[in-house]
């Protein structure tokens, strides 16, 4: 059961991969909600979408990795540059010219690039829980552990671990969305987020982790984010496990744009503080109108 079915889905090929997306609403400013981290779908969305095609043409995107779209074996499928192109077709499928972008962790990073490389297809991005490669350290109880070396425990963050997925896919997404999803009664989100994710395998996810960035140190995202022109919200939790709220600041002064920092929310306010989340985009939206 669905709170708003899609007027419209369909999917867009690129290099004998499918991409599939879902529109909501016939009219109004395009709202494109760019492939999100392939570790969940684009159901990940679901609090906003209904609120938002009442006003707005919204369309959501499956990243190739999960949900209806692809799953390519190859690291090199992920790269950065894909969901960009991705999300150009899909927009280009639909005769969008231009969108305001929402993404949320990495695909922040895919519509911020766009943004910069493509400038003329984007209105402004809403960035929430922020993740850009090397811009700051990352969160200190992430990097506790080495991700690819074979460790002699799983407790905790210790199951953030290359090794450890292929063990136990579904045991790391439990420890994993518990810590994105701390805040009390959040048992209904944690295991949307668990069976999402439970739609792709480590093995997909790990090619996700291994692909390319166009960016290979802090000077060369910083060079991305000085090519931002249109204007950008970065929307964080103060109590983000997953990506440092200061990596959500540092963006938001780097473009030039506003940051929006929630007391006491983790890693998914989209789903946690639909209501803020909601309004924040619809008020950004508004003012391209």
């Given at each position: 059961?669905?709170?708003?079915?899609?007027?419209?889905?369909?999917?867009?090929?690129?290099?004998?991969?499918?991409?599939?997306?879902?529109?909501?609403?016939?009219?109004?400013?395009?709202?494109?909600?760019?492939?999100?981290?392939?570790?969940?779908?684009?159901?990940?969305?679901?609090?906003?979408?209904?609120?938002?095609?009442?006003?707005?043409?919204?369309?959501?995107?499956?990243?190739?990795?999960?949900?209806?779209?692809?799953?390519?074996?190859?690291?090199?499928?992920?790269?950065?540059?894909?969901?960009?192109?991705?999300?150009?077709?899909?927009?280009?499928?639909?005769?969008?010219?231009?969108?305001?972008l929402?993404?949320?962790?990495?695909?922040?990073?895919?519509?911020?690039?766009?943004?910069?490389?493509?400038?003329?297809?984007?209105?402004?991005?809403?960035?929430?829980?922020?993740?850009?490669?090397?811009l700051?350290?990352?969160?200190?109880?992430?990097?506790?552990?080495?991700?690819?070396?074979?460790l002699d425990?799983?407790?905790?963050?210790?199951?953030n671990?290359?090794?450890?997925?292929?063990?136990?896919?579904?045991?790391?997404?439990e420890?994993?969305?518990?810590?994105?999803?701390?805040?009390?009664?959040?048992?209904?989100?944690?295991e949307d987020?668990?069976?999402?994710?439970?739609?792709?395998?480590?093995?997909?996810?790990?090619?996700?982790?291994?692909?390319?960035?166009?960016?290979?140190?802090r000077?060369?995202?910083?060079?991305?984010?000085?090519?931002?022109?249109?204007?950008?919200?970065?929307?964080?939790?103060?109590?983000?496990?997953?990506?440092?709220?200061?990596?959500?600041?540092?963006?938001?002064?780097?473009?030039?744009?506003?940051?929006l920092?929630?007391?006491?929310a983790?890693?998914?306010?989209?789903?946690?503080?639909?209501?803020?989340?909601?309004?924040a985009?619809?008020?950004?939206?508004?003012?391209?109108?």
């Open positions: 059961m669905r709170a708003r079915y899609p007027d419209a889905e369909g999917f867009i090929e690129r290099d004998g991969v499918k991409v599939a997306y879902e529109v909501f609403g016939a009219a109004g400013l395009a709202l494109v909600f760019v492939p999100i981290d392939g570790l969940v779908h684009s159901r990940a969305w679901k609090a906003q979408v209904p609120y938002l095609a009442r006003t707005f043409r919204v369309v959501t995107i499956d990243p190739r990795g999960n949900g209806r779209s692809d799953r390519p074996p190859s690291a090199a499928a992920y790269a950065d540059t894909e969901f960009v192109a991705d999300t150009i077709a899909v927009m280009d499928a639909l005769g969008l010219d231009r969108a305001l929402i993404g949320i962790c990495s695909s922040v990073w895919t519509a911020l690039l766009m943004a910069a490389l493509h400038p003329g297809r984007v209105l402004g991005v809403v960035a929430i829980g922020t993740w850009v490669p090397f700051t350290p990352p969160h200190p109880d992430r990097s506790t552990y080495d991700f690819d070396q074979v425990t799983d407790e905790g963050w210790a199951k671990n290359r090794h450890y997925w292929r063990r136990d896919w579904q045991g790391y997404l420890f994993f969305f518990g810590e994105l999803l701390h805040e009390p009664h959040s048992t209904k989100q944690r987020c668990v069976g999402w994710a439970m739609e792709t395998n480590a093995e997909t996810y790990l090619s996700f982790i291994d692909a390319p960035y166009s960016s290979s140190c000077e060369d995202t910083e060079a991305v984010l000085a090519q931002v022109k249109c204007p950008v919200l970065t929307i964080h939790g103060r109590e983000d496990h997953c990506q440092p709220w200061a990596r959500g600041a540092m963006v938001a002064e780097l473009t030039q744009g506003e940051l920092l929630l007391e006491g983790g890693h998914l306010p989209n789903a946690r503080e639909p209501v803020v989340v909601n309004h985009i619809r008020e950004i939206g508004r003012a391209h109108v």
